[in-house]
């Protein structure tokens, strides 16, 4: 996926969870935040940013915070993107534990739950839910970075659609890559952690996945190892 009219600035600071500000060819901007997660640890005065604008009078701000570089890596913070680039991904067979689907569509209603991706495959029914990844800490991947409640709740759903014969995934995609592996993150949610072991243990399957980051794309890339 590629973002339109993209130019790379300066963090200097957040302002609140959906503004910041970022020096962009010398001037001092707001930029609409696409993430209201805490990452700290991207988030750094003097860190290079990539920034989407878009040109609209309806629109407060005139640009999109996309990516952020930690070291020599991109990450893509764009919350929105990650069910856009694995839908894209599974429909170009880029997922090989995923057939190629009869039908495969975006936003489903499963009980309580709208769960992020449907697919069949003959008489199979396939429910997939996508989960984000921004975090990462010497080479370990992880999730969340806060609680998540909402991320539970999925996890359950999940569950429950197995015991009615779906086949139902977990899939993690890391916004950006070099990661050895992914695991939970227990410390900052001990409670999904522990939900996400026993949806594995009840036959949800775990994917996990990482991402080609630059400042304005990302797209889908290979299997990464993970740890429960």
Request: aromatic letters at 10%.
């Amino acid at each position: 996926m590629n973002y339109e009219n993209c130019v790379n600035g300066r963090f200097i600071r957040r302002v609140n969870r959906f503004i910041a500000e970022i020096e962009i060819h010398g001037a001092v901007e707001n930029v609409h935040v696409k993430n209201t997660g805490r990452m700290k640890e991207l988030f750094l005065p003097g860190a290079e940013v990539g920034c989407a604008y878009i040109d609209s009078p309806k629109r407060k701000t005139k640009y999109d915070l996309i990516s952020v570089k930690k070291g020599e890596v991109w990450f893509n913070v764009d919350s929105q993107v990650p069910n856009q680039v694995v839908f894209e991904g599974i429909r170009e067979g880029k997922v090989l534990e995923l057939p190629a689907f009869d039908l495969l569509k975006r936003e489903h209603c499963y009980t309580d739950s709208r769960i992020d991706i449907y697919g069949e495959k003959g008489p199979e029914k396939y429910l997939i839910e996508v989960k984000g990844v921004t975090y990462e800490n010497e080479k370990t991947a992880k999730f969340p970075d806060a609680p998540t409640l909402r991320g539970v709740k999925h996890l359950h759903s999940l569950i429950r659609a197995v015991k009615e014969g779906y086949r139902s995934y977990a899939f993690f995609l890391l916004q950006f890559t070099g990661a050895d592996y992914f695991t939970p993150q227990d410390e900052r949610d001990p409670l999904f952690g522990e939900t996400l072991r026993l949806a594995a243990k009840e036959g949800v399957g775990i994917l996990v996945y990482d991402s080609i980051v630059k400042g304005g794309s990302i797209e889908i890339k290979g299997k990464v190892p993970f740890k429960l």
